[in-house]
């Protein structure tokens, strides 16, 4: 192969950033789209709305535990984990402002937290928790609705950090756009509406509240189209790497099948009968935030150095 | 802070002896084969093939053929981490495991550094790896341990030719000008230095003379920083949060008479239901 001609990223080396990557790319963005939309449904929702911002609690908080157990797993020295968060040789915290991995691991910390307060207030509010002073942690109380609104600022970080993190690399693809973190981002939007929707199709949450959550969810959808569009061509010439395997997998498994597919059953729910379709429609748009994921990470993890 | 140090290499005195990798592997302890396994590269005399954790230099053998093999040439490379002035990995590395030292080299401290990888996908030379041995990132260090105590690095002493010059990066531009200049004397116009002036990331710690393309090297065109995309792509995501923050606004707020409505039908059926 002729190198002359190449961009300057071909000349790197892959991280080996795979499977458990990917995983966390995806669970991170989910436990950081539910705790948005929780909190959204908590501010502007009516209080028939409530138990499904409790859902969002209720989910942000595992995901979140999931989310750090999956990235300290993927350390070659799991170990040292909190050499992330303290210099190892001084004890003094090990913070950078302009490295998205430090950022991240102190968000990811600090969200926690947050989330954990959220999820010890949504359990109180279902009675599984028998302690009413854990009701503080949620809107409207005073105290709510400050962990709400830190927690919801951490959380679209976390939803979209990632991205930006590909993107402040040397490697093909993720550093030729500066766009991965704002797709990341409504990608995590998009599954967390749907895994909220999947989970509100029980009886006793109000119709009207997953409907809004549909209609949310299929607003996200056309912006997500839109920016996944907006990707490939601010990828220019690296964009042809997706004349491959992956860009199939990326029209045909996120495109249409996690996209369009989807928007189709919100639009004509009678296509597949009324019952399934928001069901349908949810796991479909899951299965393609997912996929999104594995083509951004493993294609360009796919592209071996030159040189 | 003593006088920055580095390396430069002039390629076209390189005879692929590969003393420099031996020496660096003697010295650095780095295992000679990959886990116990000699791998052959099967197509070229170039069995080491890149940089890694396991191998700190390496000795390109560039072969440069025609089709029917009648004509062609080898161009000599022995490569090595660049010291970056404006070192990406030290940009991204989130344990503060990669270090500057009082040599102006960048060094990955063993004992600090947690496996998280993002320095492989930040150097823009692809350097660095990890070894599979200690399980950390590691690449050149140019020697710390021996300039420390005064000795030149371990690489640079067994070159036989003197394509690898040691010392301080002044002195190793002075000679690495005159060296062009005597080439381009004696009719090799092709030779330029890669890496010496502070356009390419403040410049690098470890130049060479080439008499071809980088890419034909192996080295990029034109490497970046990492961090030029951290301000345009956060950026970019907190305009997607606002506008997913407006959209849920707008989908959850009080949702209007209709709503209103709709959500009366639905109590009047659960009542009925109940």
Redesign the interface.
């Known amino acids: 192969m002729n190198a002359v001609g190449l961009p300057s990223t071909f000349f790197t080396a892959p991280p080996e950033w795979r499977w458990l990557i990917i995983g966390y790319f995806f669970i991170g963005g989910l436990a950081g789209g539910c705790y948005v939309l929780a909190v959204l449904i908590d501010f502007f929702g009516r209080v028939v709305d409530r138990p499904l911002a409790r859902l969002g609690y209720l989910i942000a908080f595992p995901a979140v535990v999931i989310s750090g157990l999956l990235l300290i797993i993927d350390l070659r020295r799991p170990a040292r984990f909190w050499h992330m968060m303290l210099q190892s040789n001084t004890g003094l915290p090990m913070f950078k402002t302009y490295s998205p991995m430090s950022l991240g691991s102190w968000a990811l910390l600090i969200f926690g937290a947050l989330t954990l307060l959220s999820f010890l207030a949504a359990l109180e509010s279902m009675g599984a928790l028998r302690w009413p002073r854990l009701a503080m942690f949620r809107p409207p109380h005073v105290v709510g609705r400050v962990v709400a609104i830190l927690g919801g600022l951490f959380a679209f970080f976390i939803a979209g950090y990632t991205g930006v993190l590909l993107a402040v690399t040397n490697r093909p693809i993720w550093s030729d756009t500066p766009l991965l973190g704002l797709n990341f981002l409504i990608s995590a939007a998009s599954t967390s509406a749907a895994l909220m929707v999947l989970l509100a199709q029980r009886r006793w949450y109000w119709r009207s509240t997953v409907v809004a959550l549909e209609r949310f969810d299929a607003m996200v959808l056309v912006f997500e189209l839109i920016a996944i569009i907006a990707l490939i061509a601010s990828l220019g010439s690296v964009a042809r790497l997706w004349l491959s395997a992956w860009g199939a997998l990326l029209v045909v498994g996120v495109i249409i099948v996690g996209i369009l597919i989807p928007l189709a059953l919100q639009w004509r729910p009678r296509l597949i009968g009324e019952t399934w379709s928001a069901a349908i429609a949810a796991i479909l748009v899951l299965v393609g935030g997912f996929l999104f994921r594995v083509v951004v990470v493993l294609s360009s993890e796919g592209v071996r150095r030159f040189g | 802070m003593s006088e920055p140090m580095g390396f430069f290499t002039d390629t076209t005195v390189c005879i692929g002896c590969k003393a420099c990798e031996v020496a660096c592997k003697e010295w650095n302890q780095l295992p000679a084969t990959n886990g116990g396994v000699n791998t052959l590269s099967g197509d070229s005399y170039d069995n080491t093939r890149?940089l890694?954790g396991l191998h700190w230099r390496h000795v390109?053998f560039v072969e440069q053929f025609n089709a029917d093999r009648t004509d062609g040439r080898w161009l000599l490379m022995s490569d090595v981490c660049k010291h970056c002035v404006r070192a990406?990995c030290m940009?991204?590395?989130?344990?503060?495991?990669i270090i500057r030292t009082e040599f102006d080299t960048v060094v990955i401290q063993s004992?600090?550094?947690?496996?998280?990888?993002?320095c492989?996908?930040?150097?823009?030379?692809?350097?660095?790896?990890?070894n599979p041995v200690s399980?950390?990132a590691q690449k050149c260090t140019l020697c710390y341990d021996r300039m420390r105590t005064g000795l030149e690095p371990a690489c640079s002493k067994a070159c036989p030719t003197d394509s690898i010059n040691f010392g301080t990066i002044a002195d190793l531009k002075k000679m690495a000008e005159a060296r062009v200049g005597q080439l381009h004397e004696r009719g090799e116009k092709r030779a330029y230095l890669y890496g010496a002036d502070e356009k390419m990331l403040g410049g690098l710690n470890s130049f060479f003379l080439l008499v071809d393309?980088p890419?034909?090297?192996?080295?990029?065109?034109?490497?970046?920083l990492?961090?030029?995309?951290?301000t345009?792509?956060?950026l970019?995501?907190t305009?997607?949060?606002i506008?997913?923050?407006l959209?849920?606004?707008f989908?959850?707020?009080?949702?209007g008479a209709a709503?209103a409505d709709?959500?009366e039908e639905?109590r009047d059926e659960r009542r009925r239901t109940a």
């Open positions: 890149h890694d390109k990406g940009e991204v590395c989130p344990t503060g495991a004992d600090v550094c947690n496996g998280c990888r993002d492989i996908a930040a150097c823009p030379f692809g350097v660095i790896g990890i399980n950390v393309k890419e034909v090297y192996g080295l990029p065109p034109d490497p970046k990492p961090s030029r995309h951290l345009p792509g956060s970019w995501s305009l997607g949060a506008v997913i923050g959209m849920g606004l989908s959850f707020r009080d949702r709503a709709a959500l639905e």
